[in-house]
């Protein structure tokens, strides 16, 4: 993703021309708390972050878009994908396969750019024993437990039975909250974007990310 007019602020080579190390922005949270919505927002808001687009065996919803929201395959690809080594980390969802593909987010950190995953706290774990320091991790919870139902009920129009399941799924998903670096409670969506441009802005200036920040110095003490 480019923009022709990058933000100064956001920029991974900022005005000062620091190089830096391309970082991994985890968001979780249980279906419902609103991920994919601020998602999005990060994304049209921020040029300077990719989406990871996942692999998945559950089948298209009505306005999805292949390569967009996923890339839909069915399980013998996602076996094949799995075996070659061409998954970063990958989970069974809802008893559909999930996975994450590892060239376009090598890819994207290689060229500095930053990388968003919406993926689970398994995938999370994953990631967090192969990217280390790289990676920053934020989860996303519902102001309440109506306030998450309610959001299901309108969005799935599925039967009670199948809310009733995905709220004990949401249960067992906030189980996983302590294993993240940030918490935001998605009260208000617009509120919720900020939080999130507050935390990748702190952790874009972290100074071991940094990796221009030595010949930056070098370059102030030769000119003083
Ligand atoms: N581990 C892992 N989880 C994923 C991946 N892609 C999506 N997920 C998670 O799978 C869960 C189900 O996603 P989805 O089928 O889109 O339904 P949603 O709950 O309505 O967002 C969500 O918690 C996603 O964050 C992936 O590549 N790896
Ligand atoms: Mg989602």
Redesign the pocket.
Known sequence: MSSSAPSPSLAPHGRAGLARRGLMLV??????AG??TLSRRLLESDAHITM?V???T?PPRPGEVEGR??FFVDAAHFEAMREAGDLL???T??G?F???PRAPVEEALGAGRDVL????W???Q?LDESAGEDLVKVFILPPSAQDLEKRLRT??QDSDAVVRHRMEQASE?IRHYSEYDYIIINDDVAESLHKLTAILEAERLKRRRLTGLTEFVKGLHAAL
Do not use: C
């Open positions: 968001l979780s949270s249980p279906s419902g991920k994919t990871s996942s692999v998945t559950r929201d996923y980390e990958h989970a969802v809802f559909n999930y996975g994450t995953f919406d993926i689970d398994q995938g999370t994953q969005r799935a998903e």
